[in-house]
């Protein structure tokens, strides 16, 4: 079992920055993929980030390439997803999710929500214009 608690959302100015954490239990954290998702009301869950579990090989969606950075620490079993320059279309509940589905080395973590197997309970992240 991994439990996933996120924090770190909060309200920002467009142009400002914000550091969520996903802080894991579970000892498979630090073998698998990890990835960020958020959600804004009315649309449907998005893949934001992810990365393998040595946290050498990363994958974003454009709309955030060059503006987000995930990363990891497995001694402290928690997952970080750096936004800068945030843009009021940035406004999401973001969730962490773990993807046990495959735990390669190289493997980034799938685009697909589906494919993760455990999800935090989200932090909300508002960027005002």
């Known amino acids: 079992q991994v439990q996933l608690v996120e924090s770190g959302g909060g309200l920002v100015q467009a142009g400002g920055s914000l550091r969520l954490s996903c802080a894991a239990s579970?000892?498979?954290?630090?073998?698998?993929?990890m990835g960020w998702f958020r959600q804004a009301p009315g649309k449907e869950r998005e893949f934001v980030a992810s990365?393998?579990?040595?946290?050498?090989?990363?994958q974003y969606a454009d709309s955030v390439k060059g503006r987000f950075t995930i990363s990891r620490d497995n001694a402290r079993n928690t997952v970080y997803l750096q936004m800068d320059s945030l843009k009021p279309e940035d406004t999401a509940v973001y969730f962490c999710a773990a993807d046990l589905k495959y735990n390669g080395p190289t493997y980034a973590g799938s685009y697909s929500s589906s494919d993760y197997a455990y999800w935090g309970q989200g932090t909300q992240v508002t960027v005002s214009s």
């Open positions: 990365l393998n579990w040595r946290g050498d090989s990363t």
């Open positions: 579970g000892r498979v954290f630090a073998s698998h993929a």
